[in-house]
C-alpha cells in the first residue's frame, strides 16, 4: 500500500465521523490538551486512519500515533490485537505510544511529558 493511500481512506470516513462524535471519557480529556495545537503547537488530529486501522490521536509532523487502552485491551485477544496493530503502523515508522485510560485522568502530566518527549526525536 503506497504512503498516499494509507491515510484516511474513504470507506472509513463514516466510521472516523462516528468514533469523533463518541469519544471515551479518557479520548475526551486527553483531547481538551491536544487540541488546536494546544500542546507545543503540534497539530493532532483524533480518530485518524492508517491503513484499516483507527488510532486514538495522531501528530504527522512527528510521526507519532496515542492509543488510550480501555478493559478490552486488556484480555489475551485485545493484547494480540494491539500487537499486530503496532507492528503493522511502526512498518510505516510510526512511533506508537500507549496509555492506559486511568493514567490520562490520575496522571496527566506525566502522559503529557512522555507525549512530548517523543517529539523531534524517536521515543524510545
Known sequence: MSKQHIHTKTELQGY?????KKLT????????????????NKRFTKQHSIGYYIVDFYCASERLIIELDGQGHFTPEGQEYDRKRTIYLESFGYKVIRFENKMVFDCLPSVIKEIRDCFKKTCE
Open 16 to 20: 472516523r465521523k462516528e468514533l469523533r
Open 25 to 40: 471519557p479518557a479520548e475526551a480529556f486527553l483531547w481538551t490538551q491536544l487540541k488546536a495545537r494546544k500542546l507545543d
